[in-house]
């Protein structure tokens, strides 16, 4: 991939101080040069947040991670560089100039514009006052180890800072989960609590409203006993005095027969002595009778005898 294309110092030169960067070639104007940065710095960030992970990983695991710069940005890197020192003719104050608005455009904004100052210091700083030994004699791959060097370890700091942020965070919502588990927990026994003891007091409930129905049956049954026992001493009662009224019924009856034996026995003696005495009357008057039919009949019989004579 093309990342740069370089100009010439002549044309670096015309910019003068002051005037702006209007004297570069197109693809070389600032705006340009932070649009192709936008899509370098995207790969730089990923092989160095690639290589802070793995170290970060490896560290736990043992993996063993790619030492050094990656491939890719071994080429990016000194492409770029080499385009901005020709750009600039080797000027140092051209090339911190020319950094300082090209990482100051729109389209670098946040962690890009930090890394594009980044990458500024790390290449002005290995640059002279000398403008053949910076254009000619620059060590470019020298710059971009130590800008790599510095590139990996803000990105392992930052995936540090990510991974103890993800951490606590885990921590954070693990606790929050155990703190909604225990308060789960506390509801469940809590509701479990209630429920044994709405079940105990239902139970409780139960028991008593079966006592009271066994007692309401026992006294029901008692009171039926009760009843059948007062009923049947009724009974017995009535029957007792049905046998007793019976029985003097008998005993008046018998009495009755006996009193009526006894005055028919005495109506009977009575006739019976009234016979007799008309009997013994009539056999006392017999005789006196008897005499005083004899003796008519001895008158007759004078009476007659007299009148023969």
């Not at 492409?79 to 051209?94: E, F, K, N």
């Not at 009997?279 to 005898?305: F, K, M, Y």
């Amino acid at each position: 991939m093309v990342i740069l294309a370089a100009c010439s110092p002549a044309q670096a030169a015309r910019r003068g101080r002051g005037g702006g960067f209007l004297s570069l070639s197109t693809e070389m104007q600032p705006q340009v040069v932070a649009q192709t940065l936008v899509k370098v710095e995207d790969e730089w960030r990923a092989e160095a947040r690639a290589s802070a992970e793995c170290n970060a990983t490896g560290a736990l695991s043992g993996a063993g991670c790619e030492g050094g710069a990656p491939r890719r940005f071994g080429k990016s890197c000194p492409t770029v560089l080499s385009a901005v020192v020709r750009a600039s003719a080797g000027d140092r104050g051209v090339v911190q100039e020319y950094l300082d608005e090209i990482c100051a455009q729109e389209q670098l904004k946040g962690w890009r514009s930090r890394v594009c100052q980044t990458f500024s210091f790390a290449v002005t700083a290995a640059m002279t006052a000398d403008v053949y030994e910076n254009r000619e004699e620059l060590d470019v791959a020298s710059v971009c180890r130590d800008f790599w060097k510095g590139l990996a370890e803000d990105e392992k700091a930052i995936v540090a800072k990510e991974r103890a942020e993800q951490e606590a965070s885990e921590r954070e919502e693990a606790a929050k989960k155990a703190a909604v588990a225990k308060e789960a927990a506390e509801k469940a026994a809590k509701e479990a609590a209630e429920l044994a003891e709405r079940r105990q007091a239902e139970e409780a409930t139960e028991a008593q409203r079966r006592q009271a129905e066994a007692a309401a049956e026992a006294k029901r049954q008692s009171e039926e006993e009760a009843a059948r026992q007062a009923a049947a001493a009724q009974s017995a009662a009535e029957q007792v005095s049905a046998e007793a009224d019976e029985r003097q019924r008998e005993v008046e009856k018998t009495l009755a027969e006996a009193q009526h034996a006894i005055q028919e026995t005495e109506s009977t003696q009575a006739q019976a002595n009234a016979t007799n005495a008309s009997a013994a009357l009539r056999a006392e008057e017999e005789p006196a009778v008897q005499n005083s039919t004899n003796a008519s009949a001895s008158g007759v019989n004078a009476t007659q005898s007299v009148q023969k004579n």
